[in-house]
């Protein structure tokens, strides 16, 4: 069965400082990625994904994400973080074969210090 | 205009009780889901139907039901409600195309059973 792990559990950064959230994923075969946000008392939004192609993908809001096969990694990027940023951070991944749900991993809340 | 949308937002109650939770969808997707976010704000798959047949259904107590009177439409129906239960519980919905597809996620509803 497939897993994702996120090993920050709650990161604290001042505005203006770079933003990386670790992504791990157990998978053998081929998948689908995503991270998606969640702001306080709101729904779950999309931020970017990857299917296939070039593994550094960009998103909305300034972030960007790079899938490494080889460290069955997908780590998530901001380079200059806002105080609008503070949410909670979910990775996602699903297979390309069995069954079409994503499984989440347990999410990192970011708080933007201003 | 909603892409997916969820009644009621809140919504609380007894323990006992019955309570239903509605889902849409104006996208023209196939596929509707229904997740659950814990307090740790963990999200799990639940259920999920195609064109109105059941395809997915985790290890959830039979107190729950969905029903999907046509492709647009999720409902979820849950019998004797248990403080356990108290969670957000999101909708979603994708349209599948092959090894690719994004879901998009409804606000939630967020359930307190007393």
């Known amino acids: 069965a497939q897993s994702v792990s996120q090993h920050n559990h709650h990161v604290i950064l001042s505005e203006a400082a770079s933003l990386e959230l670790g992504c791990n994923y157990s998978?053998?075969?081929?998948?689908?990625l995503f991270w998606y946000v969640q702001y306080p008392g709101q729904h779950l939004q999309l931020l970017l994904k990857y299917f296939s192609g070039d593994p550094l993908v960009k998103g909305i809001k300034g972030f960007e994400a790079e899938f490494i096969k080889s460290k069955f990694s997908f780590n998530l990027r901001k380079p200059s973080v806002q105080w609008s940023d503070t949410a909670e951070y979910f990775c996602?991944?699903?297979?390309?074969?069995?069954?079409?749900?994503?499984?989440f991993g347990s999410g990192t809340r970011l708080q933007v210090q201003p | 205009d909603t892409a997916v949308s969820q009644t009621p937002k809140y919504l609380v109650t007894q323990m006992g009780n019955d309570k239903s939770i509605k889902c849409e969808q104006n996208l023209g997707h196939d596929t509707m889901y229904w997740y659950k976010q814990d307090s740790k704000k963990f999200l799990k798959i639940m259920f999920s139907?195609?064109?109105?047949?059941?395809?997915i259904n985790e290890t959830v107590p039979n107190r729950f039901s969905p029903k999907s009177p046509d492709k647009a439409h999720l409902n979820l129906h849950i019998n004797s409600l248990e403080l356990g239960d108290s969670a957000v519980y999101f909708c979603a919905s994708s349209q599948p195309t092959g090894r690719q597809e994004t879901q998009y996620f409804g606000p939630g509803t967020r359930l307190l059973v007393l």
């Open positions: 139907y195609n064109n109105k047949e059941l395809i």
């Open positions: 996602a991944v699903i297979s390309d074969t069995g069954r079409r749900a994503l499984t």
């Open positions: 998978y053998g075969g081929t998948v689908n």
